[in-house]
Every structure is written in structure tokens, then in C-alpha cells.
């Protein structure tokens, strides 16, 4: 699988931003599509993830009802809406991939394919 993330940028306090993450290579069919962040000096952090139908979603419980994961099968992407950014959103955002029923959603080292990642800077 190769994904390409995009969609980041500079946003104030308060605003939106949809990231997008294009996934390609046969090995896509039936993944798990993930979204981590990872700010300066920190570890990298699950986010969300979303099923292959995209029926079933998870989120890390901090964010959950601010961010919002979705897919678009017949695109080959994954979004994630962020709402209410905070300087403390501020970090490169990276999508993931994976077969489904690989364990946990929250270890990074669960998920085989990432993407290059993409910078979210929040002012304030």
C-alpha cells in the first residue's frame, strides 16, 4: 500500500481543516486506514481509524466529537474533518494502513504502511 497524506496547513484557533490520505497498490483492498499525529519532542499518537466498509470507526478519546474519519472507497482516500483546533492540535499528521484485525488500533507499530505526513500548525 502507498499512501499520500495532504490537506494540512496553517489555521487559527478555532478553524477546520480535511485531511486527506490517497492510498494505492493492490494490498489496499479490505485495510484499515488509520490517522497518527506527532508533535515536536512527543511520540506519535493514534487518532482514528476506519474500517475497510468504513461502518466501523474509532477514535482516541480525547478527540472524539472534534475529529472525524471517513472513506471514499471508490476515490481510494481517507478523510479526517478536524473542528475547534487548538494550538495543542499543532503536529505532522500521518495517515496508515493495515490488514483488519491486527490488534490494538494505538500502537504505531501494529501499522506496516504510512504515509509521508502532513504538517497541521495551529496559532493562536
Known amino acids: 500500500v502507498q499512501l499520500q497524506a495532504s490537506g494540512g496547513g496553517l489555521v487559527q484557533s478555532g478553524g477546520s481543516l480535511r485531511l486527506s490520505c490517497a492510498a494505492s497498490?493492490?494490498?489496499?483492498?479490505?485495510?484499515?486506514v488509520g490517522w497518527f499525529r506527532q508533535a515536536p519532542g512527543k511520540e506519535r499518537d493514534f487518532v482514528a481509524a476506519v474500517s475497510w466498509g468504513g461502518a466501523s470507526t474509532s477514535y482516541a478519546d480525547s478527540l472524539r466529537g472534534r475529529f472525524t474519519i471517513s472513506r471514499d472507497n471508490a476515490k481510494n482516500t481517507v478523510y479526517l474533518r478536524t473542528n475547534s483546533l487548538t494550538p495543542e492540535d499543532t503536529a505532522i499528521y500521518y495517515c496508515?494502513?493495515?490488514?483488519?484485525?491486527?490488534?490494538?488500533?494505538?500502537?504505531?507499530?501494529?501499522?506496516?504502511?504510512w504515509g509521508q505526513g502532513t504538517q497541521v500548525t495551529v496559532s493562536s
Open positions: 496508515a494502513a493495515r490488514p483488519s484485525g491486527s490488534g490494538s488500533y494505538y500502537s504505531p507499530s501494529s501499522w506496516p504502511y
Open positions: 497498490g493492490r494490498t489496499y483492498s479490505g485495510a484499515t
